[in-house]
C-alpha cells in the first residue's frame, strides 16, 4: 500500500499571508506512461463533505480559486494558498489514485492567526 | 444540478447488516465509476470501495473484503453498500463519491461527493 503523509499536522496563518501544505508519498504516484502524477488535494471544513481542489497534482479544479495552487512530482507534493481567506479555514487531504487500495494523508489543519 | 445523496445510516449492534443507497442525478450514471469513502469520528478519509461503470471491476479495501459489497443500478441511478458482520470500527460517516473521469477506470480522482450517511455499530 502507498502510504501518505502529511506535514505540518496544522498550521495558523495570518490572513492575506501563504499557506503551504506538504504531502509525501511512500513510493512515486508518477505513471511514465502519461507523465502524470496521481495526485489530489481535497479541502473539507466542518460538517461538510469534502471537496476537490486539485487533481494531477497541479490542475486545479473548475471553480476553485487561484489562490490554491498544487506542485510536485514523484512523491513529493505541496499545496500552496496564496493568500489565505477566512473561508480557507479546513482541513485538507492529499490522496494517491495511482493504486489500490487509494490512500489519504491524515489532513492538515489551517486555521486563521 | 449533479448531485449525489446517501441514505439508509443507523445504529446497528455489532455483527448486523446495513444497506446504504446513493442516489445519484444530474449526470449520466452509468458513465461513472463511482466509489465509497469513510470518515470515522474526528477522523480522516478512509476509501472503502470502487466499481467501475458497468459493475465489470470490483475493488474493495482490506478493512471491509469479505464483509462489505459494492453494487450499482445504472437503471435506477443508484450506488449500493450492502454491509455485512458490522464492527464498531466501522462506525463513520459513509460518504459516495464520483470518479472524475468518464469511462471504465478506476484510477481517477473523487470530482463530486454527497453529503453523507452516519453509521453507528454500538450494543
Not at chain 1, 23 to 49: D, I, R, T
Not at chain 2, 20 to 35: D, H, I, Q, R
Given at each position: 500500500?502507498?502510504?501518505?503523509?502529511?506535514?505540518?499536522?496544522?498550521?495558523?496563518?495570518?490572513?492575506?499571508?501563504?499557506a503551504?501544505?506538504?504531502c509525501?508519498?511512500?513510493?512515486?504516484?508518477?505513471?511514465?506512461?502519461?507523465?502524470?502524477?496521481y495526485?489530489?488535494?481535497?479541502?473539507?471544513?466542518?460538517?461538510?463533505?469534502?471537496?476537490?481542489?486539485?487533481?494531477?497534482?497541479?490542475?486545479?479544479?473548475?471553480?476553485?480559486?487561484?489562490?490554491?495552487?498544487?506542485?510536485?512530482?514523484?512523491?513529493?507534493?505541496?499545496?500552496?494558498?496564496?493568500?489565505?481567506?477566512?473561508?480557507?479555514?479546513?482541513?485538507?487531504?492529499?490522496?494517491?489514485?495511482?493504486?489500490?487500495?487509494?490512500?489519504?494523508?491524515?489532513?492538515?489543519?489551517?486555521?486563521?492567526? | 444540478?449533479v448531485?449525489?445523496?446517501?441514505?439508509?445510516?443507523?445504529?446497528?449492534?455489532?455483527?448486523?447488516?446495513?444497506?446504504?443507497?446513493?442516489?445519484?442525478?444530474?449526470?449520466?450514471f452509468?458513465?461513472?465509476?463511482?466509489?465509497?469513502?469513510?470518515?470515522?469520528?474526528?477522523?480522516?478519509?478512509?476509501?472503502?470501495?470502487?466499481?467501475?461503470?458497468?459493475?465489470?471491476?470490483?475493488?474493495?479495501?482490506?478493512?471491509?473484503?469479505?464483509?462489505?459489497?459494492?453494487?450499482?443500478?445504472?437503471?435506477?441511478?443508484?450506488?449500493?453498500?450492502?454491509?455485512?458482520?458490522?464492527?464498531?470500527?466501522?462506525?463513520?460517516?459513509?460518504?459516495?463519491?464520483?470518479?472524475?473521469?468518464?469511462?471504465?477506470?478506476?484510477?481517477?480522482?473523487?470530482?463530486?461527493?454527497?453529503?453523507?450517511?452516519?453509521?453507528?455499530?454500538?450494543?
Amino acid at each position: 500500500d502507498i502510504v501518505m503523509t502529511q506535514s505540518p499536522d496544522s498550521l495558523a496563518v495570518s490572513l492575506g499571508e501563504r499557506a503551504t501544505i506538504n504531502c509525501k508519498s511512500s513510493q512515486s504516484v508518477l505513471y511514465s506512461s502519461n507523465n502524470k502524477n496521481y495526485l489530489a488535494w481535497y479541502q473539507q471544513k466542518p460538517g461538510q463533505p469534502p471537496q476537490l481542489l486539485i487533481y494531477w497534482a497541479s490542475t486545479r479544479e473548475s471553480g476553485v480559486p487561484d489562490r490554491f495552487s498544487g506542485s510536485g512530482s514523484g512523491t513529493d507534493f505541496t499545496l500552496t494558498i496564496s493568500s489565505l481567506q477566512a473561508e480557507d479555514v479546513a482541513v485538507y487531504y492529499c490522496q494517491q489514485y495511482y493504486s489500490t487500495p487509494f490512500t489519504f494523508g491524515p489532513g492538515t489543519k489551517v486555521d486563521i492567526k | 444540478e449533479v448531485q449525489l445523496v446517501e441514505s439508509g445510516g443507523g445504529l446497528v449492534k455489532p455483527g448486523g447488516s446495513l444497506r446504504l443507497s446513493c442516489a445519484a442525478s444530474g449526470f449520466t450514471f452509468s458513465s461513472y465509476t463511482m466509489n465509497w469513502v469513510r470518515q470515522a469520528p474526528g477522523k480522516g478519509l478512509e476509501w472503502v470501495s470502487s466499481i467501475t461503470s458497468s459493475s465489470t471491476y470490483i475493488y474493495d479495501a482490506d478493512s471491509v473484503k469479505g464483509r462489505f459489497t459494492i453494487s450499482r443500478d445504472n437503471a435506477k441511478n443508484s450506488l449500493y453498500l450492502q454491509m455485512n458482520s458490522l464492527r464498531a470500527e466501522d462506525t463513520a460517516v459513509y460518504y459516495c463519491a464520483r470518479e472524475g473521469v468518464q469511462g471504465t477506470s478506476v484510477y481517477y480522482y473523487m470530482d463530486v461527493w454527497g453529503k453523507g450517511t452516519t453509521v453507528t455499530v454500538s450494543s
